[in-house]
């Protein structure tokens, strides 16, 4: 007889058989999906309803850093240069422009290029300074009325 000219060969025909056991499923079903998305949405929902509670102690220590080290560079240059702090009158406006009383010793501006006047805490009120402070009695007061925005209250932030 004569050679067989099909294409068909024994190795084809197994290549073609699944393997015991396995699932020709390739591709996930919709209620997988759902699933994966459900999940996702809810962890997504805790982080949304977190975040005041995060990026708000990040606003205090802002504020905290601020009124401790920030300005402490700023107003300890200016007293050296200038002789002594910066009045409650003069207030922090002093840093940014010399005061008529004290223009020649003044050699600033003693702030960071780009700082504006008034200077503002991260919850958007300008900080409040005063000089002889009432805290720090040899030294000034420099505070952030903090999130409500009302001096004298417990959520102030100052340098005492």
């Known amino acids: 007889m004569y050679p067989s000219l099909s294409m068909s060969s024994p190795d084809r025909t197994r ?5 015991a ?9 919709l209620v997988e999906i759902l ?9 997504a929902g805790l982080a949304f309803s977190n975040v005041d509670k995060i990026f708000g102690g990040a606003q205090e220590s802002t504020a905290k850093l601020f009124v401790n080290e920030s300005m402490k ?5 200016y007293r050296i240069t200038v002789g002594d702090y910066p009045s409650s009158d003069e ?11 004290k223009a020649d010793r003044w050699r600033g501006p003693y702030v960071a290029d780009g ?3 008034p200077i503002v805490d991260p919850w958007g009120h300008p900080y409040l300074y005063r000089y002889p ?27 005492w």
């Not at 699933?35 to 962890?43: D, F, H, K, P």
């Not at 560079?73 to 240059?77: E, F, G, I, S, V």
């Not at 207030?91 to 009383?101: E, I, S």
Request: charged share 20%; hydrophobic share 35%.
């Open 133 to 159: 402070g009432t805290h720090n009695k040899s030294s000034y007061d420099l505070w952030s009325v903090g999130k409500d925005g009302t001096d004298g209250t417990e959520d102030d932030i100052g340098n």
């Open 115 to 117: 700082t504006k006047f």
């Open 73 to 77: 560079t700023a107003l300890t240059t």
């Open 35 to 43: 699933v994966v998305l459900a999940i996702i949405g809810l962890l």
């Open 15 to 19: 290549s073609r058989t699944r393997p």
């Open 91 to 101: 207030g922090l406006q002093a840093l940014f422009t010399a005061p008529a009383n």
């Open 21 to 29: 056991g396995r699932d020709l499923r390739a591709a996930f079903t």
